[in-house]
């Protein structure tokens, strides 16, 4: 009998469904799973402070780097550790860096200080020029950086000038400001050609007509909007974000519910709206996933093949972003000369611009998780195998490229209200076989790989019984 891993739902019940009920430590794959990795860290030194925003840039001239925020100062990694580019702020008390990029400046701001620049090719950071107004958050929408929750007004947004992101006089060179006038705070915003303005019960699409008019306001939605600035993440036309119904998806045209009846009342039952200031959302391009983290939980999502899973691993905010640049004037200045560097200049190494999903961990040390593979837990629910009789099972075969690492556990019972006798296997023989001795009514199966097993997917299993008789 061939069981394959389906879905990790909890919202639904899991009686005699074969259904995946544990997705620890893994990611959604194509008909099975993928695992995930272990946090590797890619600076030297340690953010002084806990992260409250972070970010990657890249100039019109292809130059990478990251930018991330404390509760006083922004700095930049470096091989030899955090470099401080300035300092000075004062974040509010669940105060975040929100950035955005527009031509080749990155512009930061925090909600409670003056909104700043950074030249993304100096690294001078200067106060935004044009006396913009103070924001929580900001997107680039057409030619236009759009600031939202305006000098503390939660249903106000205001638009630079064309073309201009130091232009904020507003009646001139298309610089203006809107209240929403329903819809509660505005609590995100995605950008692109057109934006859509997450309120906490309305979505708004916001596009560029020009004339007097400037941008026209569509109400998208009346009853579906964003519980937290910090459950949005955008990719390219794709938007991301948690409301009270639910997590949604934007897809460019509409709003689609991607956990209902599958993980939002689980998700629900773990966690309140207050707890909510403490979520991190970012996107994975390379492996099409968006993940909400918090601090002890994250739910993983991919939207290519519409699964989830999760991980109980402790880290610290997360964000998407690409590999930064490696100057020259990082390098070891004893070096005789360039020749000698190892590795040789011509190495991908000093070159950014690679798409990588980051994350600090709890000691503020910036990484990725690509380290070596983390303990994972696969769980099919109980299952009655041989059709109300007795199943006698002799012998199982993982379908998985594991070698070594693996154990599986097998609970079995005559009745489901039964307490179940939980057996482990680990021996994987030269077939792939793994030999069992298991006699019950009801089965239900949980793979758990170690630390460091070597393994890149898992499909499921063939399960070898013989019926016994009719209990």
């Known amino acids: 009998m061939r069981l394959m891993f389906g879905p990790w739902e909890p919202d639904k019940p899991a009686h005699l469904s074969g259904a995946v009920t544990t997705a620890r430590n893994v990611y959604p794959g194509p008909n099975g799973y993928r695992p995930l990795k272990q946090f590797s860290p890619v600076e030297n030194g340690t953010l002084p402070g806990p992260c409250l925003g972070a970010s990657s840039f890249t100039t019109p001239q292809g130059v990478s780097s990251i ?41 930061a701001t925090n909600g409670s200080d003056e909104m700043v620049k950074i030249d993304l090719t100096t690294a001078v950071v200067a106060p935004l020029g044009g006396s913009p107004p103070k924001a929580k958050n900001l997107a680039v929408v057409k030619d236009f950086l759009v600031a939202t929750v305006i000098n503390g007004d939660v249903q106000t947004l205001a638009w630079s000038g064309i073309n201009n992101a130091e232009w904020w006089t507003y009646g001139q060179n298309q610089s203006d400001y809107n209240v929403m006038p329903s819809g509660g705070e505005i609590t995100g915003i995605f950008g692109g050609e057109f934006g859509l303005i997450l309120q906490r019960n309305r979505i708004t699409r916001m596009d560029y007509v020009g004339d007097n008019l400037i941008f026209q306001f569509s109400e998208i939605s009346s009853n579906v909007g964003c519980v937290t600035m910090n459950s949005t993440a955008q990719w390219g036309t794709l938007g991301f974000f948690y409301s009270d119904t639910g997590f949604k998806m934007w897809d460019g045209s509409q709003v689609v519910s991607i956990g209902q009846e599958r993980v939002d009342r689980y998700f629900k039952s773990l966690y309140t709206t207050p707890s909510l200031k ?13 993940m909400w983290s918090m601090p002890d939980f994250a739910l993983i999502y991919n939207w290519q093949i519409n699964r989830w899973t999760y991980t109980d691993a402790e880290f610290g905010p997360v964000f998407a972003g690409v590999t930064r640049d490696i100057a020259l004037d990082e390098m070891d200045p004893d070096y005789p000369v360039l020749d000698d560097i190892d590795p040789s200049l011509d190495d991908p190494v000093f070159f950014g611009d690679d798409p990588r999903f980051y994350v600090f961990d709890g000691d503020n040390r910036l990484g990725s998780l690509t380290g070596s593979t983390m303990e994972t837990e696969l769980t099919v629910s109980a299952l009655e195998l041989a059709g109300g009789r007795e199943a006698r099972i002799q012998m199982l075969r993982p379908l998985s490229d594991i070698e070594t690492g693996l154990t599986v556990n097998v609970a079995s019972s005559q009745r489901l209200g039964q307490a179940s006798t939980t057996n482990s296997y680990g021996s994987i023989a030269d077939s792939g076989d793994v030999m069992v001795r298991e006699r019950g009514r009801f089965a239900g199966f949980y793979f758990v790989t170690a630390p460091a097993a070597v393994w890149t997917f898992s499909q499921g299993l063939d399960v070898d019984f013989a019926r016994g008789a009719r209990r």
């Open 278 to 290: 403490n979520m991190t959302t970012a996107i994975d391009p390379v492996n099409s996933i968006v």
């Open 67 to 107: 930018i991330a925020g404390t509760q006083t100062a922004l700095y930049r990694p470096q091989l030899s550790g955090w470099q401080e580019l300035s300092s000075g702020y004062g974040l509010q008390e669940d105060g975040r860096w929100r950035f955005a990029q527009f031509g080749g400046l990155a512009i």
